[in-house]
């Protein structure tokens, strides 16, 4: 964690910027909810919750920054909220994720399965894939199982 905390650091340095308390808290959050994906006002909950006098502004405004400096990834939902969570920078890609209709769960899919539609691609198109969002819909197993 501590180490990770440096990365960001360094990505920040890079783009002259700076580590501030604001940008810090946000990113230790997220360090700690990996398996989560965090809104905006998730964070600005959580900040509050720790007496972190942060406003909600500069949580979108810190939020939006972290995504383009490639430290987070945001995932687009149809209701209008984007949801956080930290770049894993062992990926290559981005892992995709299912979405479930019933509960609004997002689960994070571990297997890329992209690899040979990639390939395909690259061969009939003569496109390079550096990158894909893949958001699949459904039904989550625990929602499939329920009985109403
Ligand atoms: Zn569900
Ligand atoms: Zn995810």
């Given at each position: 964690m501590e180490k990770q905390v440096n990365n960001f650091e360094d990505k920040l340095r890079d783009n002259s910027l700076k580590l501030t308390g604001p940008r810090q808290c946000i990113l230790n959050y997220l360090a700690c909810n990996r398996d989560k994906h965090l809104t905006a006002d998730d964070i600005h909950r959580l900040l509050l919750q720790n007496d972190e006098k942060v406003g909600i502004a500069t949580v979108y405004r810190t939020l939006a920054l972290l995504e383009k400096l490639e430290l987070i990834n945001g995932i687009y939902l149809e209701d209008g909220c984007v949801r956080y969570q930290l770049m894993d920078?062992?990926?290559?890609h981005e892992h995709h994720h299912l979405i479930c209709e019933k509960c609004n769960r997002i689960i994070d899919m571990q297997?890329?399965?992209l690899e040979r539609l990639e390939r395909q691609v690259n061969e009939k198109y003569g496109f390079c894939v550096k990158n894909h969002k893949v958001k699949l819909y459904g039904i989550c197993k625990e929602c499939g199982q329920m009985k109403d």
């Open positions: 920078t062992k990926e290559k297997d890329d399965l």
